[in-house]
């Protein structure tokens, strides 16, 4: 098992194209492969960078024999997905200005030894922007 290289992937529940303008015009990633209309993108930080993030519409998760979709709305979160941040001010601000949506702004957490800030994609799913280079 290796985690050096490791992608995360957001399975997608309601609007596929709503979710590839977010995470393009507002969080600034480059689509690599894969466009707006799906069912799969992968994104890099910059052009001709690895992949690093993408997204697969749920509905084709069922061609894995074996998984089915939870028939559910909602659910608690279970997962966040952590992006450090080299200027989490300068990172807060900039996402802000193109419409992120955040939880509240930046904290500092001395119990976890970092300054962080939460935001939810289109689907729901937690994020945590965050500053462990010292408080």
């Known amino acids: 098992m290796r985690f050096d290289n490791t992608t995360i992937r957001i399975l997608v529940r309601k609007n596929y194209g709503e979710c590839f303008d977010f995470y393009t015009d507002k969080i600034g990633l480059t689509p690599v492969w894969g466009d707006r209309n799906g069912p799969y993108t992968s994104f890099a930080v910059e052009k001709d960078a690895p992949p690093c993030f993408a997204i697969f519409n749920g509905e084709n998760m069922s061609m894995f024999k074996g998984y089915n979709q939870p028939d559910c709305n909602s659910q608690p979160d279970t ?25 509240g702004e930046p904290q500092t957490i001395e119990d976890w030894g970092m300054r962080c800030t939460y935001f939810r994609d289109p689907e729901g799913n937690l994020f945590e922007l965050n500053d462990a280079s010292g408080i």
């Open 79 to 103: 997962v966040v997905a952590v992006i450090p941040s080299d200027d989490l001010e300068k990172d807060y601000k900039r996402l802000k200005e193109a419409g992120v949506q955040f939880l």
